[in-house]
């Protein structure tokens, strides 16, 4: 059973870089599209981004010019990047696997997510 | 960009009652791009149903249905462990996007 692990640190200083990663275990990292979603206080779901094992990403348009996104396969990792964060980009932050069926794509699994503060 | 509004806001329901939430697309999409998830305080988001198939373990009791812009979640007996937000997430041109959410509340 695939299970997905956040990790990272707790609290970013306003203008740093939120850097996350997410452990892949019990399944292969190689036939699926991975992603990231947060969830802001009191608010709800946020895609952020996407990427497979080629390294080919996709990101909210809303976030593009902040977000970066990578893969490594052979530790079964991946991981998030978001520059120059302010308070907004405080939330609890989810890694998920991206399952495709029927011309459509979702995500069938989700880490327990990690609380990231933006604070000095 | 595709705009996802889920109503109502929230929903009270009693244990063995039906509870019928409804997600609205600012276009038309197709059923099988439509998914549905339930969140609970300090877990991680549920796969509940993607278009009108329900995920690995998920109980009978819960069905998805509709088509162009307005998609329904029905839980056809509600149990107090239904207690839940639950968003409706749509796939289009290679990007996703959730509905705000609609809160359950048992009675």
């Known amino acids: 059973q695939v299970q997905l692990q956040e990790s990272g640190p707790g609290l970013v200083k306003p203008s740093e870089t939120l850097s996350l990663t997410c452990t892949v275990s019990?399944?292969?990292?190689?036939?699926?599209?991975w992603s990231w979603i947060r969830q802001a206080p009191g608010k709800g779901l946020e895609w952020i981004a996407h990427?497979?094992?080629?390294?080919?990403?996709n990101y909210n348009p809303a976030l593009k010019s902040r977000v970066s996104m990578s893969v490594d396969t052979s530790k079964s990792q991946f991981s998030l990047n978001l520059r120059s964060v302010t308070a907004a980009d405080t939330g609890v932050y989810y890694c998920?696997?991206?399952?495709?069926?029927?011309?459509?794509?979702?995500?069938?699994?989700w880490g327990r997510g990690a609380l990231v503060t933006v604070s000095s | 960009e595709i705009v996802l509004t889920q109503s109502p806001g929230t929903l009270s329901v009693s244990p063995g009652e039906r509870a019928t939430l409804s997600c609205r697309a600012s276009?038309?999409?197709?059923?099988?791009?439509l998914s549905w998830y339930q969140h609970k305080p300090g877990q991680a988001p549920r796969l509940l149903i993607h278009?009108?198939s329900r995920a690995t373990g998920i109980p009978d009791r819960f069905s998805a249905s509709g088509s162009g812009t307005d998609f329904t979640l029905s839980i056809s007996r509600v149990e107090p462990e239904d207690s839940a937000v639950y968003y409706c997430?749509?796939?289009?041109?290679?990007?996703?996007?959730f509905g705000p959410g609609t809160k359950v509340e048992i009675k």
């Open positions: 998920a696997r991206i399952e495709y069926s029927d011309l459509s794509y979702f995500f069938d699994v």
């Open positions: 019990g399944g292969s990292i190689g036939t699926y599209y």
């Open positions: 990427i497979y094992k080629s390294g080919t990403t």
């Open positions: 276009e038309s999409i197709r059923r099988s791009y």
């Open positions: 278009g009108t």
């Open positions: 997430q749509q796939y289009g041109g290679s990007l996703y996007s």
